[in-house]
């Protein structure tokens, strides 16, 4: 339990308490555990104007693209050095067959998208747009495969295509369709949420299912695949116990699935329209995130003491009530700097967990549930939480560092958590950073950091915050929320004190 000291002064004989600042402690030379570059990964379904509008105009369309993909997204996902994206889906895998999506695009047949909204799926953005939007990001592959609805015939042949280079009539198939050398594609995820959407089966029906599609997804030439099994609906620990008791020595990484949902699934609240008492319990509910990731670690850790296999959230993120006149089933919502607080108290998670955790997906990357960005035709614009991602891409491929805070309260009407989130890490160059963010909406919150192993010449950093903390961008405003340069931070040989605006996540880094 972390403790808020108290201090008695006794000033012309009159008591006078004052809280202790918050005291953050960094051990600089003490990092061992990296954590990975996919923890700041993504996730795009064929979902509303995810993949349509989203990524995909067309070559024909006046919107800058290359090859049919806006060269606008392109870019902004660019600049945050986004390290993998997660495909097809979703819900949407497991109805997906691939050689729907390969070919010439007006013979491709085209489908109803029974999951989201009911609409006509073209194919026309497949197998082969896929990987050259993630050439054109510079970014690794994730697909998921169809475990649902497929057959085990249809995923092998799929892995074969991709990633053959000899003759066979799989390779010979994707020559035919352009592609002459094959790709490198190493994330394959076999089925998704087979619990529900993915074929409603019980852990000990997929976790055989799992090993007899995993046995088929060969690797080809130098190609290794690591494959990821379907993993754990939010705290269903014995989903994650009986798969890493049955299925453990065929899998890479084994998935997690978890919402942050204010209210309820039949009235999840507003995206933008919500009061303080609302905020609160948003952030109480995030906060299970670590409590989850403590759990599952904790089973996979008596399979899998050498932590050989990667706990990996992919799909995460907040979850609210569609924006007015939209279709229900295309799941887009505005993103607030409530968002903001809740995609940095989350990576901060993850960085914590890096020895066990590998890889996230924030779902989803582009105008669904808590996209980065969002698009109106032509326009383009970067949601609070992208900003969160471009301030944190430091972490990337870092080294953790060893904290320890001692935090103040953010309470209301009789609850209290920390006010404050904290992670910090050490890149090749030696360089450290730190992301802190300040949950309460109310207060400012002064910290304390003493460093040790490090010899700091000089400090700068950059802020998010707002006046209010459900301001958000839209296309007629899009820098409401957006980073600005930060200093509130003071050096004075190895302490730094720390002012945090309320409402913030800040991006330190030492020098």
Not at 121 to 144: A, K, M, V, W
């Amino acid at each position: 339990m972390k403790k808020v000291i108290l201090s008695i002064l006794f000033l012309s004989g009159v008591a006078v308490i004052s809280v202790a600042q918050n005291k953050l402690v960094i051990n600089a030379d003490q990092g061992k555990d990296v954590i990975s570059k996919h923890v700041y990964g993504h996730f795009s379904e064929h979902l509303g104007h995810c993949i349509y509008g989203g990524y995909w105009v067309g070559e024909d369309s006046p919107i800058p693209n290359t090859r049919g993909i806006r060269n606008d997204v392109v870019k902004a996902l660019r600049d945050i050095k986004i390290p993998n994206l997660r495909w097809p889906g979703g819900c949407f895998a497991d109805e997906y067959h691939w050689m729907d999506g390969i070919g010439p695009r007006d013979k491709r047949p085209k489908m109803v998208n029974t999951h989201w909204g009911g609409v006509v799926e073209d194919n026309s953005f497949g197998t082969h747009e896929f990987l050259d939007l993630c050439e054109q990001l510079n970014c690794e592959p994730y697909i998921c495969g169809n475990v649902g609805s497929g057959t085990v015939e249809e995923m092998s042949k799929w892995v074969e295509y991709i990633t053959f280079d000899g003759e066979s009539p799989m390779a010979n198939l994707r020559r035919q369709n352009g592609r002459e050398k094959p790709w490198k594609v190493s994330f394959w995820g076999v089925g998704n949420e087979n619990w529900g959407c993915g074929g409603n089966m019980t852990a000990e029906f997929y976790a055989d299912q799992y090993k007899r599609y995993s046995t088929y997804c060969r690797n080809y030439g130098d190609n290794k695949l690591y494959l990821i099994a379907g993993g754990a609906n939010s705290d269903d620990y014995n989903w994650t116990e009986t798969l890493m008791k049955n299925a453990a020595r065929q899998m890479q990484g084994l998935s997690l699935h978890h919402y942050t949902i204010p209210k309820n699934w039949e009235d999840k609240g507003s995206a933008t329209q919500f009061d303080e008492a609302e905020y609160y319990v948003t952030i109480e509910k995030t906060l299970k995130m670590n409590d989850l990731l403590k759990r599952h670690s904790n089973i996979m850790d008596r399979y899998d003491p050498q932590k050989r296999v990667a706990l990996i959230p992919d799909e995460w993120g907040t979850w609210y009530n569609v924006e007015s006149g939209t279709n229900p089933g295309f799941l887009y919502q505005q993103n607030t700097m409530r968002d903001a607080i809740i995609a940095a108290i989350n990576l901060n998670i993850f960085n914590s967990y890096c020895d066990r955790v590998k890889m996230t997906n924030i779902a989803q990357t582009i105008n669904v549930l808590q996209a980065v960005i969002l698009t109106d035709k032509e326009k383009m614009l970067l949601t609070p939480t992208y900003w969160v991602y471009y301030l944190y891409k430091v972490h990337q491929d870092a080294t953790l560092l060893p904290i320890s805070l001692s935090s103040a309260k953010y309470e209301l009407n009789g609850k209290k958590i920390d006010a404050i989130s904290v992670s910090a890490s050490k890149d090749a160059s030696g360089k450290v950073h730190i992301t802190l963010v300040n949950i309460d909406p109310n207060k400012e919150q002064s910290i304390d950091a003493d460093l040790r192993g490090i010899e700091v010449k000089n400090v700068s950093g950059q802020v998010l915050t707002s006046g209010k903390i459900n301001d958000y961008n839209s296309f007629d405003t899009p820098d409401v929320v957006s980073v600005k340069a930060f200093t509130g931070a003071k050096l004075s040989k190895d302490k730094i004190s720390i002012t945090l605006p309320s409402k913030s996540v800040v991006m330190l880094e030492l020098n």
